[in-house]
């Protein structure tokens, strides 16, 4: 079966770095994607990886290793409104996206 | 109108009843997709249509049934709602259907089936 791994919760402090991982196992793979969804709002695009490596965009990193199945969102310099859920979405074989649950990012002053 | 909108926002309907979610797009994008969302899981495909006059099932496809008659639109429909169907509906869109295939979404609709 298909399965995307990401922990439920995460705690960080406002100014600091926080790592949220996402393991994967599907049917192929497309590429990866990380979302971020503030509560009752719509998932917005953060990030596209499917080579090997780190892609920087800002405050937000994506890193991506597929011998692994294996993605993390690192997210520097924390502000209040970075509080939100990430969501992290693999395409498999038939480009379809497969989505994790999401972490629950809480960001404390 | 910019992006995706959807219609209603919320939505209280008695079992049985026939209901239709309704999803708009002008950003020209050639695919379309309806996922529900439910606290602890992940969004999941309901059904998808790649281009205009095609469609195709998801992941949860029962008791939900689509159209996508021109590029704008695509409708998503529950025959006969139960209440296992009460969730956040959420409609997306993307230019492509392969590579880098960045999904938009609508700001969502809450359905609650009692």
């Known amino acids: 079966g298909q399965n995307i791994d990401q922990p439920t919760e995460m705690t960080a402090t406002e100014g600091a770095i926080v790592q949220i991982n996402c393991t994967y196992q599907t049917s192929g793979f497309n590429g990866l994607f990380w979302y971020q969804q503030h509560a009752g709002e719509a998932p917005t695009f953060l990030s596209y990886?499917?080579l090997d490596g780190l892609e920087e965009k800002g405050r937000f990193s994506s890193f991506l290793s597929r011998s692994k199945g294996y993605s993390y969102l690192l997210l520097k310099e924390l502000q209040m409104k970075d509080s939100a859920s990430y969501l992290c979405a693999v395409s498999d074989s038939n480009y379809q996206l497969i989505w994790g649950a999401g972490t629950k990012l809480i960001i404390k002053p | 109108i910019a992006g995706i909108t959807q219609a209603p926002t919320s939505q209280i309907l008695a079992a049985g009843r026939r209901m239709t979610l309704r999803c708009t797009q002008d950003m020209r994008h050639n695919a379309m997709y309806w996922y529900r969302q439910d606290l602890g899981l992940g969004l999941r495909l309901i059904h998808y249509?790649?281009?205009?006059?095609?469609?195709g099932k998801g992941e949860v496809p029962d008791g939900y049934s689509v159209s996508r008659a021109n590029t704008d639109d695509f409708p998503l429909t529950l025959a006969s709602a139960v209440p296992s169907q009460t969730s956040v509906y959420f409609c997306a869109s993307s230019d492509g259907v392969r590579d880098h295939n960045e999904q938009f979404f609508g700001p969502g609709t809450r359905l609650t089936v009692l």
């Open positions: 249509s790649n281009t205009a006059g095609t469609t």
């Open positions: 990886n499917v």
